[in-house]
Every structure is written in structure tokens, then in C-alpha cells.
Nanobody
């Protein structure tokens, strides 16, 4: 059974930075694509970034150039480095492991 535990969320001022972490267990981490999604109140969950088992990355247009996804297979952990944060980035951020495992989410709040 796959378990994903996110951490690193919090309150930050607009223009600030945060780094989210997602620790995985219960699977062969290095074999699995990983991704970050986010959901803000009243909106559908949306894709933020993904990283393949070979460390190829993809980003949503809204975060490209500001966010960086990375993985450390030795630590079974995927990261999301978020810079130049905007109020519209505020959401609950979820870690996802292909095909259908989700973490519990971590709240990111951005004050203007």
C-alpha cells in the first residue's frame, strides 16, 4: 500500500518561497512518475508539475519558470520548490504517484 506524506506548506508573503516535500513508502519509488496538484476553494484540483522516473519534468503554464519539481530516489522523496509566490498560488497542494495514489495535502497560503 502506497503512502504519501506531504510537508512544507505554510504562510508566506507574496513574492516569497516555499519548498514542499512528499515522502513515499510502499512502492518502488524510483520506478514511478510523481506529480504535484493543487486545489483551492471552489475550484477543481489542477495539475502543477510532474516528474518521470527518468526525471523529465512538465509544468503547468501558470507556474513554469517559478516552480521546480525534483526527486531524490535515495530518500523516496519528491520536492516542489516554489518561488515568486503569488496570492493565486494559495491552495492545498497534493502529491500524486502514478497511477492513483494521493497524499493528504499541505496548505499553502500566500498573503498579498
Amino acid at each position: 500500500q502506497v503512502q504519501l506524506v506531504e510537508s512544507g506548506g505554510g504562510l508566506v508573503q507574496s513574492g516569497g518561497s516555499l519548498r514542499l516535500s512528499c515522502a513515499a513508502s510502499g512502492s518502488i519509488f524510483s520506478n514511478n512518475p510523481m506529480a504535484w496538484y493543487r486545489q483551492s476553494p471552489g475550484k477543481q484540483r489542477e495539475f502543477v508539475a510532474s516528474i518521470s522516473s527518468g526525471s523529465s519534468t512538465n509544468y503547468a503554464v501558470s507556474v513554469k519558470g517559478r516552480f521546480t519539481i525534483s526527486r531524490d530516489n535515495a530518500k523516496n522523496t519528491v520536492y516542489l520548490e516554489m518561488n515568486s509566490l503569488k496570492p493565486e498560488d494559495a491552495a492545498v497542494y497534493y502529491c500524486h504517484q502514478h497511477p492513483q495514489s494521493w497524499g493528504q495535502g499541505t496548505q499553502v497560503t500566500v498573503s498579498s
